[in-house]
């Protein structure tokens, strides 16, 4: 079955400490990868995706994510949090068809507390 | 350009009850998927319309229906509640190629 795992349920950094959250995915065959964040009381909002291409991808607000296909894995990353990075962060993966979207799976979220 | 819209934002519905819950997709987009995120948890996928249809369902049990208009707008029924229905129900549209973009959610409380 297609699933997605993130290592850590709660991480608590101080400011300016480097982020890295960790996330592994299950399925056999061509996925895209996204990592998708929500700020307390607001929506789901894309950080970043790996559709093909380069494996380390450049996300907004200075996050990154390297896809490294044999560990099936997606981390995030960031050199140097900030208070207002404080959120729910989720790993999610969405199974790769030609033709047509497809449905989203994700992770259980990951909850990032910045102490100032 | 409005993303996608999502009512009401609160409901509070019995035991029992039947609810209807509304999504307006992002302009250009023709494939609307819901999700049901329960606290502490990550979106679970409900199902995904496509042309007027049921493209592809997850494992939620029939009381969980849908339709899409030829708008690409989208409704999501559930029928005979239960109190672990609660959760936030989250709308997202899409385009074959694009990332999907969300709602801010319907919170759902059955009591």
């Known amino acids: 079955a297609q699933s997605v795992s993130q290592h850590n349920h709660h991480v608590i950094l101080s400011e300016a400490a480097s982020l890295e959250l960790g996330c592994n995915y299950s399925?056999?065959?061509?996925?895209?990868l996204f990592w998708y964040v929500q700020y307390p009381g607001q929506h789901l909002q894309l950080l970043l995706k790996?559709?093909?291409?380069?494996?380390l991808v450049k996300g907004i607000k200075g996050f990154e994510a390297e896809f490294i296909k044999s560990k099936f894995s997606f981390n995030l990353r960031k050199p140097s949090v900030q208070w207002s990075d404080t959120a729910e962060y989720f790993c999610?993966?969405?199974?790769?068809?030609?033709?047509?979207?497809?449905?989203?799976?994700f992770g259980s979220g990951t909850r990032l507390s910045i102490r100032p | 350009d409005a993303g996608v819209t999502q009512s009401p934002t609160h409901l509070i519905k019995t035991r029992g009850q039947q609810v209807t819950l509304r999504c307006s997709p992002k302009?250009?987009?023709?494939?609307v998927s819901w999700y049901q995120q329960a606290l502490g948890q990550g979106p679970q996928f409900i199902f995904q319309?496509?042309?007027?249809?049921?493209?592809q369902r997850g494992n939620f049990p029939d009381r969980f229906s849908g339709h899409q208009f030829p708008n690409y707008s989208s409704e999501l029924n559930v029928n005979a509640l239960l109190l672990g229905d609660s959760a936030l129900y989250l709308c997202?549209?899409?385009?074959?190629?694009?990332?999907?973009?969300f709602g801010q959610g319907t919170r759902l409380t059955v009591v």
């Open positions: 997202a549209s899409t385009r074959t190629g694009v990332e999907a973009f």
């Open positions: 399925y056999g065959g061509t996925v895209n």
């Open positions: 790996y559709f093909s291409g380069d494996p």
């Open positions: 999610a993966v969405m199974p790769s068809f030609r033709s047509s979207a497809s449905k989203i799976i």
């Open positions: 302009s250009g987009h023709d494939t």
């Open positions: 319309y496509y042309e007027e249809e049921e493209r």
